[in-house]
């Protein structure tokens, strides 16, 4: 076990080495632009976006720093350590002029270079300890050994109740890495990785049983966690840190560098506007509501109330929507409209940009006009 633990080290110290050599700096972008993300009520855009490149544009939106670095060193979020707590609270949009030929790839030392040139970003790798979870066996595991025949692997299936995993000649190896990305695991696991210490060599079979995370606090149901579903084989499932190469944030603004005063004419922002639109009210015989968006940056919507676009283009719920006026939620419509070629230069034209235009199609045909407001709002605390 020494021996073991002595290779564990070495190959850390290896992958922190390459880890530095690998993603040093070399391209910056042509041009750059950073400004605050609009306020949102989107559920969705609590995540980042973005991230294509079309016609020599780079765009992100609702980045946090978080995301920046995660996107911008290749590293789960998990593995980044230090720095102050706005890291996760403030999200920023970026357009940027990249070179002909950039790829996924080519792209992460454009955005290394940028946080550090705008947000006087500072970091370095290290070794540290990094929030895990180790597998472990007791001393009479209730498990099968395989018989070596077929396919190995773990299969699931989400009955409503619970969640049924059938694993068949896996490796505690394969089971551990495959474990978050079983249904309903991550609600159990939060994304942090899982270790094998069982010292179980070969392959097995055996079965899991779980209940959804979201169902373990229904009164009167039956329930069983992930947890006590590996228990019953005779397993362990603890949090153990485990060391791990990371980035360690030394230090960052919070406030960007100001972009140049010429940026829009330099770097236009892409539109905001269908190139052509019809809108129209839907047949009375049409029962039914669709939302298409196809190829060549087309959008086919059919049978939507003015209050059903809304909650579909701002991503909000229906509660979340106040003030409006009864037509909103009986009259409805058809749109056909299409994106401007340059937005499709490259391929289809990206989600965001397209739910911006049916905006703006809104406030132009119906003279549509919101604004963001905080009010009180039922709520579970």
């Known amino acids: 076990r020494t021996d073991k633990l002595a290779i564990t080290a070495l190959s850390l110290l290896a992958a922190v080495t390459a880890f530095a050599q690998n993603f040093a700096p070399a391209t910056k972008f042509e041009l750059a632009d950073i400004h605050p993300s609009a306020r949102s009520t989107n559920r969705d855009d609590q995540d980042v976006s973005g991230g294509l490149m079309r016609g020599g544009r780079y765009h992100l939106r609702y980045a946090t720093m978080l995301d920046l670095l995660r996107m911008a060193y290749g590293v789960d979020a998990k593995r980044i350590l230090g720095g102050p707590s706005w890291l996760e609270l403030d999200r920023f949009d970026i357009r940027a002029k990249v070179p002909n030929g950039t790829t996924a790839t080519t792209v992460k030392p454009m955005l290394q270079a940028l946080l550090a040139e705008r947000f006087g970003l500072v970091v370095h790798n290290d070794t540290k300890p990094v929030p895990s979870w180790a597998l472990t066996a007791g001393k009479h595991p209730q498990l099968k050994k395989s018989d070596g025949s077929g396919e190995g692997g773990c299969h699931s299936k989400d009955s409503g109740e619970f969640i049924e995993v059938k694993c068949r000649n896996v490796t505690m190896a394969q089971f551990v890495s495959g474990l978050g990305r079983m249904d309903g695991a991550w609600y159990y696991l939060a994304d942090n990785l899982v270790v094998d210490q069982t010292h179980l060599e070969g392959a097995w079979d055996f079965d899991l049983k779980y209940s959804a995370r979201w169902n373990t ?165």
């Open 217 to 381: 606090n229904v009164a009167g149901a039956e329930t069983v966690s992930l947890f006590a579903a590996i228990a019953k084989l005779g397993l362990a499932l603890d949090p153990s840190p485990v060391p791990m190469p990371v980035v360690v944030i030394d230090s960052v603004n919070r406030t960007p560098v100001p972009n140049s005063p010429d940026i829009d004419k330099a770097l236009p922002p892409p539109p905001t506007e269908f190139e052509v639109a019809d809108v129209k009210p839907t047949d009375p015989d049409y029962h039914g509501y669709d939302f298409q968006l196809q190829d060549g940056g087309r959008v086919n919507i059919r049978g939507a109330t003015l209050k059903t676009l809304i909650q579909d283009v701002w991503g909000i719920q229906e509660e979340m929507i106040v003030d409006w006026p009864k037509f909103m939620d009986s009259d409805r419509w058809d749109i056909v409209a299409k994106a401007p070629d340059v937005m499709t230069a490259e391929g289809d034209a990206d989600v965001d940009s397209l739910f911006e235009m049916v905006k703006t199609l809104l406030a132009d045909r119906f003279r549509l006009a919101v604004h963001y407001e905080d009010r009180p709002m039922p709520a579970y605390v």
